[in-house]
């Protein structure tokens, strides 16, 4: 299986990623989570990424796209994965069909979680609180609200267009979020 979950931020990505990933066995790749890595061991990458990802702004499309290409390539992503977080601009969706195409796969589904933005602000904030993030002050939030309408909302038509989305309400508990995106994914037959 070949997934892309996408929504803005604070729909729930992370936490759903990986369930979903679990139940169909193959590995979650989360972007956000790579960077933080990097940040927090002071690699090169992570120092290029910071004032981006501090600032609420996308790391731009060179490294973060060098970065998904060797993550895909290690062995435990032969049989499939679920991206989080990546792709996020319209020149990603490129060079994502571009790795995925070369190894002559193809991209199963792209699950959208859709939630409320007011919720979506709350959860962040009361997420500050908890994970201390850097980047969840209500500042950087709006920002990077603002940046997803702009630059990532116009992949849902792109992947609408080609009849692999699926919309999956995240509003609400946990486990009735990753009940839906399972009843809406065990329907499309797996590659
Ligand atoms: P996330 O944990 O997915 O919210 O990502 C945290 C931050 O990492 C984002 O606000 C960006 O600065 C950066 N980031 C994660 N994924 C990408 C991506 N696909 N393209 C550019 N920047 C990204």
Redesign the pocket.
């Known amino acids: 299986m070949r997934l892309i979950l996408m929504g803005p931020?604070g729909a729930g990505?992370?936490t759903q990623a990986r369930f979903v990933a679990d139940h169909f066995g193959v590995p979650a790749i989360?972007?956000?989570?790579i960077?933080?890595a990097n940040v927090s061991q002071g690699t090169p990458l992570g120092i290029k990424?910071k004032r981006?990802?501090d600032a609420?702004?996308?790391?731009p499309?060179e490294v973060?796209n060098l970065m998904v290409r060797n993550r895909i390539d290690e062995d435990d992503a032969a049989p499939g994965f679920l991206l989080?977080?990546?792709?996020?601009?319209l020149a990603?969706v490129t060079e994502l069909d571009g790795m995925i195409g070369y190894t002559g796969h193809r991209l199963d589904a792209v699950v959208v979680l859709t939630v409320d933005s007011e919720e979506l602000v709350q959860r962040l904030l009361q997420r500050s609180e908890t994970d201390g993030r850097a980047?969840d002050t209500e500042d950087v939030i709006r920002r990077?609200q603002e940046i997803y309408t702009e630059q990532t909302e116009p992949l849902i038509e792109v992947y609408r267009d080609r009849g692999i989305l699926v919309e999956v309400d995240g509003m609400g508990e946990v486990d009735d979020v990753t009940a839906r995106i399972f009843a809406a994914l065990d329907v499309i037959p797996q590659s």
Do not use: C, H, I, L
Not at 30 to 33: A, E
């Open positions: 931020p990505k992370g989360s972007t956000g989570d960077f933080r990424a981006y990802m609420g702004e996308y790391v499309d973060t989080d977080g990546y792709p996020r601009t990603q980047d990077r």
